[in-house]
């Protein structure tokens, strides 16, 4: 049987980039020290969310920088696979939001580039990224994985297009919450998100871990709640609104019996989907 533990930390941030990197360092240790394997920020862990305004003054910057060094090091010493959130990233003359993932020895294992931008009140992000254009997947010897990010979560085409290519865990840096003013009168949007990501899980037979921010930034409230599903639903692990770390034990080969069992990818009709990639 292969297992692998998955930590996700679920923080709060300042407005100082330094305290909330040495933030993150901590609480990466701690999750490494109750024995994860694979660790997961939250999205733009080290800023704080200056997309719920549309002229904030933060710059993106070039990699390697400070902070993926730190990332880099702390995977290194930890021994981990390292989901570095993601990081305002300068590149080709564009910006956009970026996951690194580090492995056991510090290298970059992959990186991706967030595809999905909300453009809403309090999430700017067009103001801001340019869209990404490729998923990744990354070989780990702890499973094959992926990075998705935050948006990218309401997009079931994004979470069947990586386990196509092989991706057994999928996990989200995000940064979500409500904004103050906002009434929820459809009802409650955390439990939409949770059950949404619940349905990845099921309907691809991966694992899915969601590391979210917590606290009041601006006018948002972050409700943090980061969860890990196994690949038939179950919960094992969710948070509650405060900052923590929290960690579960997988079984990534429970995807094979799955998989076997109802055959929801050998019974797939593709020749039926073109709806899927007409141009709006």
């Not at 799955?258 to 709006?280: A, D, H, I, M, Q």
Request: charged fraction near 25%; aromatic fraction near 10%.
């Amino acid at each position: 049987m292969r297992k692998v533990t998955i930590g996700l930390v679920q923080m709060s941030v300042t407005d100082d980039a330094r305290v909330n990197l040495d933030k993150a360092l901590r609480m990466v240790r701690r999750a490494a020290k109750r024995g994860a394997e694979i660790v997961c920020l939250p999205e733009l862990f080290n800023l704080r969310y200056f997309p719920q305004y549309r002229n904030s003054d933060v710059e993106s910057t070039e990699v390697p920088n400070a902070v993926t060094a730190s990332l880099s090091e702390a995977a290194r010493r930890h021994k981990i696979v390292l989901v570095g959130g993601s990081i305002y990233e300068r590149a080709n003359g564009k910006s956009f939001n970026t996951s690194f993932v580090f492995g056991e020895g510090g290298e970059v294992l992959g990186r991706y580039r967030k595809v999905h931008l909300p453009g809403d009140p309090g999430f700017y992000e067009q103001d801001y990224f340019d869209p990404g254009d490729a998923y990744t997947l990354v070989n780990t010897r702890h499973g094959r994985l992926s990075v998705l990010i935050c948006y990218d979560q309401w997009y079931p085409e994004a979470a069947r297009a990586v386990k196509l290519m092989g991706a057994e865990i999928v996990l989200y840096p995000t940064a979500i919450g409500t904004l103050r003013g906002t009434k929820q009168t459809e009802g409650s949007w955390q439990e939409a998100w949770e059950a949404v990501q619940r349905g990845h899980a099921i309907a691809n037979s991966v694992i899915v871990g969601a590391a979210n921010r917590v606290g009041r930034e601006g006018g948002l409230n972050f409700w943090g709640g980061s969860f890990i599903y196994d690949q038939f639903g179950k919960l094992l692990a969710h948070a509650t609104r405060g900052e923590q770390v929290v960690t579960a034990e997988c079984d990534l080969d429970l995807a094979v019996d799955l998989e076997s069992g109802w055959g929801f990818l050998s019974n797939r009709r593709p020749t039926t989907y073109s709806k899927l990639v007409e141009k709006r």
